[in-house]
């Protein structure tokens, strides 16, 4: 790889950090000199992440504050954001899409290479879910025509990368079919596991800390860590403990929180955004990982998995590249409570069998020092 390349990366949105986010973390350790080009900042809402980096945002950054906190109201404006952004003095430009940001422009002679979360969700296979979701806006009537438009925008937005790598071999299919385009696979890093004894140390001397509560000796909850949108399904295994009467422990935050709050039961607690350290504390006393949407990939599963936790998840997606069943994990076949019930008594049946160890080792497949090595290979073999 030559050093004297100048290196920019491109990611769509800094305003929550989630297993996208991760990734670009990665990718900013791997070149720490290189600018992180995004549609829109939020440092509150980022908690001090990527705070120390040279941060450019689009125009869109110039918006209102509650324009910026609701992407309903920006779709119009949202391709033309990562084709205005100026990235004419770089060689390599690296994008971390989940939408928009692979649409950038750059030069001739400027490499661009896409790793892609997901193909927009939104406009192509959860299109009409999508429709039916916002039929009770004011302004539902625009929504069809604007996500033909951005469909349109999104095939033609995908031809301008030079390269693309899938973040899973289900991501590489959606690729293939939406975009007609091919791609390489390289798996999104999972933060290496660390001495969990140690963490469960710091967060008993921390009178602050959301997760005081959960550290019995015996293991005693199961654990969903995950942005709480609709798509998520969470709703759906909160209904399915509800019926179990198990404590389920819910950690992230999203448009869905106040609803999902709404319908639990006193067995189900919300944590909201807690930190790396208490997040992987939590870790040491889950009995499983619940994972009912469908996902390109799914980092948190992973990462449940790099501390020995088995994980429950919808049989669709990039699961089935995570869980190895009856070893590492079990899986359901369609996310419903009465299902995702039945896959927990299950679990529990056979859980003294599962090997935590095998399960760690399992995980090291998509620890970030293989994701370094991977990409690393990758850039200096098209350059």
Do not use: C
Request: aromatic share 12%; no cysteine.
């Amino acid at each position: 790889m030559k050093k004297e390349l100048k290196v920019a990366l491109v990611h769509d949105f800094l305003v929550n950090f989630g297993g996208a986010e991760r990734v670009l973390e990665v990718l900013s350790e791997m070149f720490p000199e290189a600018p992180i080009y995004t549609l829109l900042y939020d440092r509150e809402k980022m908690n001090g992440k990527f705070s120390q980096r040279d941060i450019r945002t689009s125009f869109l950054q110039k918006f209102p504050r509650f324009l910026r906190r609701n992407y309903k109201w920006l779709l119009p404006f949202l391709p033309t954001a990562p084709e205005a952004l100026d990235l004419r003095e770089f060689d390599l430009v690296i994008s971390s899409s989940g939408a928009w940001s692979k649409g950038i422009v750059t030069r001739l002679d400027t490499t661009h290479i896409a790793y892609v979360h997901s193909p927009m969700r939104f406009v192509w296979d959860y299109n009409e879910k999508y429709l039916q979701d916002e039929r009770r806006s004011k302004l539902s009537f625009f929504i069809r025509p604007i996500l033909s438009y951005l469909r349109l925008w999104d095939k033609l937005a995908a031809d301008r990368p030079d390269y693309m790598i899938a973040n899973s071999k289900y991501t590489q299919s959606r690729i293939k079919k939406y975009y007609r385009r091919e791609s390489a696979v390289i798996y999104p890093p999972v933060e290496k596991m660390q001495d969990t004894n140690d963490k469960i140390q710091i967060n008993s001397n921390n009178q602050n800390s959301k997760i005081k509560s959960y550290q019995p000796k015996a293991k005693s909850y199961f654990l969903i860590v995950s942005r709480l949108s609709a798509y998520k399904k969470i709703e759906v295994a909160v209904e399915a403990f509800n019926k179990l009467g198990l404590p389920l422990v819910v950690v992230g935050t999203g448009k869905q929180e106040k609803y999902l709050r709404s319908i639990a039961g006193e067995n189900v607690k919300f944590l909201g955004w807690i930190s790396d350290t208490e997040r992987q504390a939590l870790y040491a006393h889950t009995r499983a990982f619940i994972f009912p949407g469908v996902d390109d990939f799914g980092i948190a599963p992973a990462e449940a998995q790099s501390y020995g936790v088995p994980v429950i998840a919808v049989r669709r997606g990039g699961a089935r590249e995570i869980v190895e069943e009856g070893k590492t994990g079990e899986f359901f076949d369609s996310a419903t409570p009465e299902v995702i019930a039945d896959a927990v008594r299950r679990f529990m049946e056979k859980e003294e069998s599962y090997d935590r160890e095998y399960i760690i080792t399992s995980a090291e497949r998509f620890s970030e020092e293989r994701f370094v090595r991977e990409m690393k290979a990758y850039i200096e073999k098209i350059l």
